[in-house]
């Protein structure tokens, strides 16, 4: 399993302007040139960015995981953190439902990790998934949270199996609200959650294990997101801006 060789190695992101001729100073990431131009920031800017997804040409890279065509994940411009779109995640008020997206990426890194996504929670009886699985050709490595937004609870599934309680305050969940922004750092050389950020209030989680289990699958990481909502009711979830980043600070 390769450790990244981080900044300015083969492991740099091919995107932004550090690929132009005759510039003296690059600047790796358009996003970090908008925030020194004066752009307003809402990321939480640690690590290298090494995956980006705003849904700017919809979700043709993304693989449905829904119970019934009628829960299918669409583009949708109602509500969006990036312009022009968002992944609408809805549900219709049938038992047993459930509307989610996922995909592969090939990124065989064991380093310290960040997850980000913005979210905005347009009804109130839900559970959301977040979900990582990385597979380094021997183990596999699991990161589970989950968003009870009915009960404005946040669980993590830690290595004993079991979901443990890690955040409990107020949220601003309903169509009101403006879209959350959630960051998870895990540590997978030292199979160790670090920290969770929501909405810039930062969470402490070295105390719960990564849940790890031996695995030949080939190299990758997976990630999924999923709307669960509670019986009998219909759950819109607009997800927008996920990115991943490497070499964080722990």
């Given at each position: 399993?390769?450790?990244?060789?981080?900044?300015?190695?083969?492991?740099?992101?091919?995107?932004?302007?550090?690929?132009?001729?005759?510039?003296?100073?690059?600047?790796?990431?358009?996003?970090?040139l908008a925030v020194r131009l004066g752009s307003i920031n809402r990321?939480?800017?640690?690590?290298?960015?090494?995956?980006?997804?705003?849904?700017?040409?919809?979700?043709?890279?993304?693989?449905?995981?829904?119970?019934?065509?009628?829960?299918?994940?669409?583009?949708?411009?109602?509500?969006?953190?990036?312009?022009?779109?968002?992944?609408?995640?809805?549900?219709?008020?049938?038992?047993?439902?459930?509307?989610?997206?996922?995909?592969?990426?090939?990124?065989?890194?064991?380093?310290?990790?960040?997850?980000?996504?913005?979210?905005?929670?347009?009804?109130?009886?839900?559970?959301?998934?977040?979900?990582?699985?990385?597979?380094?050709?021997?183990?596999?490595?699991?990161?589970?949270?989950?968003?009870?937004?009915?009960?404005?609870?946040?669980?993590?599934?830690?290595?004993?199996?079991?979901?443990?309680?890690?955040?409990?305050?107020?949220?601003?969940?309903?169509?009101?609200?403006?879209?959350?922004?959630?960051?998870?750092?895990?540590?997978?050389?030292?199979?160790?959650?670090?920290?969770?950020?929501?909405?810039?209030?930062?969470?402490?989680?070295?105390?719960?294990?990564?849940?790890?289990?031996?695995?030949?699958?080939?190299?990758?990481?997976?990630?999924?997101?999923?709307?669960?909502?509670?019986?009998?009711?219909?759950?819109?979830?607009?997800?927008?801006?996920i990115i991943i980043t490497m070499d964080e600070p722990t």
């Open positions: 399993m390769a450790i990244p060789v981080g900044f300015g190695g083969r492991d740099y992101p091919d995107f932004g302007v550090s690929g132009l001729e005759n510039t003296q100073v690059t600047i790796t990431d358009m996003s970090e990321f939480d800017r640690t690590g290298v960015v090494i995956f980006e997804e705003g849904f700017q040409y919809g979700i043709g890279r993304w693989i449905q995981n829904s119970s019934a065509e009628d829960n299918y994940v669409v583009p949708s411009a109602n509500y969006f953190s990036i312009v022009p779109y968002a992944a609408l995640l809805a549900t219709t008020d049938d038992l047993n439902v459930y509307s989610g997206i996922y995909t592969r990426l090939p990124i065989p890194y064991t380093s310290s990790m960040g997850f980000e996504w913005h979210v905005k929670f347009y009804d109130e009886a839900m559970l959301f998934y977040f979900w990582v699985q990385l597979y380094t050709g021997s183990v596999e490595y699991r990161v589970v949270f989950r968003i009870d937004v009915e009960d404005k609870r946040i669980d993590i599934l830690a290595k004993d199996e079991k979901y443990h309680i890690v955040y409990t305050d107020e949220l601003n969940f309903g169509s009101d609200s403006p879209f959350h922004v959630f960051k998870v750092v895990v540590d997978f050389v030292n199979e160790i959650h670090i920290r969770m950020v929501i909405d810039g209030v930062d969470v402490d989680l070295t105390d719960y294990p990564i849940w790890t289990d031996t695995e030949d699958t080939s190299p990758h990481l997976y990630l999924y997101f999923s709307n669960n909502p509670g019986p009998s009711t219909i759950n819109r979830i607009y997800l927008d801006n």
